[in-house]
């Protein structure tokens, strides 16, 4: 389904992302001229491009390049590679990433990327061909004054380290600006791997406090076993938390008493499925988005919590690890219920605030240390969160509408601000 127009109860992510727009948009009364110039992608850039295999042979494949909105500063977003990638989802992809940036006060806009490959059946030999050419492709729309991609699901730093490394042969000498989430060894900057999680972290956190909740032992289930739900499992376990569950797309594992955090983590680095956890027991990704925990943390793909399924969720919270989990019938649904939701543009936030000070360090090469690195982070987090929560309180609305609130008026105030050309 690629049309933003239906009016299906279960809307796909481009109509999840319009209609959390136009919520936010309706109680902010926003002018009618500047709705219409934010609810529109900026350009949209569609690509075919062959690709050496290893038996010789040529394939071709389809990516994208996205700008929602590059209003308040060059365009950020990552690059995607799954084989159900569309223009549809990087279109929703890319605007949540205009809002998340602006939640996070960093000055950029929004863009995304994505490739309809799926990366597990490709050689190392031939994902880097893949990236390479794609990487030309958008080289169009791409360099660290104008859009700076990084990494999202399916691709990691060494592909970005691939997208540097092509861009820098086009223009003679080495861009490292170019992309974040690059590894350490080429201008990637410290902390940036655990970055997503540590801010699901601090959001976590900082909302228990001002419920006057204690974190020791709360009970958390999570959905994902990629960078971001590995890294939450990690946290949330050296926190005090007791993970119960984690999931992969083929199922997961439970345990009552608290999953051994050290063994999942050895266990996924091993290329093991979750399912197969030992001493553990299965249970479906169904099974665990409707298990009686404190915290759920949905860090997959987007859709996830559903009008299907969102009567039979029972955590008392929901961090949004991944981007657009949950649709707006679930989010009704949530709210009346009075089940917290931290929101995706502010709780997984804490990658594209360290990939902007990836950009910052590698524009001045000059480098922080882990520790200044996850400091800054912290306190970033920490103030966004109270922006958002404070903007909910004075408004009477949900968390999610807040942030869109807080972003919108910010992405507004810049277009205002900088008029109409010519």
């Not at 936010?24 to 002018?31: F, G, P, Q, T």
């Not at 030309?136 to 380290?161: H, K, R």
């Not at 917290?340 to 605030?353: C, H, K, Q, S």
Request: with cysteine.
């Amino acid at each position: 389904m690629n049309s933003a127009e239906t009016t299906s109860p279960e809307p796909n992510a481009y109509e999840t992302a319009l209609r959390q727009f136009d919520e936010a948009a309706e109680i902010l009364d926003l002018d009618a001229d500047v709705r219409e110039i934010l609810r529109r992608p900026k350009r949209e850039l569609v690509v075919n491009f062959p690709v050496e295999m290893d038996d010789g042979g040529t394939r071709m494949f389809r990516g994208y390049r996205v700008h929602h909105n590059i209003t308040r500063g060059p365009a950020k977003g990552g690059i995607r590679y799954h084989p159900m990638a569309d223009l549809d989802e990087v279109r929703a992809l890319a605007m949540w990433m205009t809002w998340k940036c602006a939640v996070m006060n960093l000055p950029y806009g929004g863009a995304k990327g994505g490739v309809e490959v799926d990366p597990h059946r490709l050689s190392l030999a031939e994902l880097e061909n893949l990236t390479r050419r794609y990487a030309s492709e958008i080289s169009v729309l791409i360099g660290p004054e104008f859009d700076i991609p990084a990494p999202d699901m399916g691709t990691n730093a060494q592909v970005m380290a691939w997208i540097m490394d092509t861009i820098s042969m086009h223009a003679g000498h080495s861009i490292p600006a170019v992309v974040t989430g690059k590894p350490v060894a080429v201008g990637g900057s410290e902390g940036r791997a655990s970055a997503t999680s540590r801010g699901m972290l601090e959001v976590t956190l900082g909302m228990l406090k001002r419920q006057g909740r204690d974190p020791q032992g709360l009970r958390v289930a999570v959905q994902g076993a990629g960078n971001v739900g590995m890294g939450a499992v990690r946290l949330f376990d050296e926190a005090g938390f007791t993970i119960v569950a984690v999931s992969d797309s083929e199922g997961g594992a439970i345990r009552e008493t608290g999953l051994d955090a050290a063994a999942v983590a050895r266990h996924g680095a091993g290329g093991g499925l979750m399912k197969d956890l030992p001493d553990a027991d299965r249970i479906s990704n169904r099974e665990l988005l409707e298990l009686p925990v404190d915290i759920l943390a949905p860090a997959a793909i987007e859709g996830q919590l559903t009008s299907a399924n969102a009567s039979q969720v029972k955590a008392a919270m929901i961090v949004e690890g991944a981007n657009g989990p949950t649709t707006p019938a679930a989010d009704a649904e949530f709210a009346d219920r009075g089940i917290t939701v931290i929101p995706d543009i502010l709780a997984n936030a804490g990658g594209v605030t360290v990939s902007y000070f990836e950009w910052v360090q590698d524009l001045q090469q000059f480098f922080w240390t882990e520790d200044e690195i996850n400091a800054r982070l912290g306190r970033q987090m920490r103030d966004a969160l109270a922006s958002v929560a404070a903007t909910a309180e004075e408004s009477g609305v949900t968390l999610r509408q807040a942030a869109h609130m807080l972003a919108i008026s910010r992405v507004a105030e810049a277009t205002r601000l900088r008029g109409i050309y010519p």
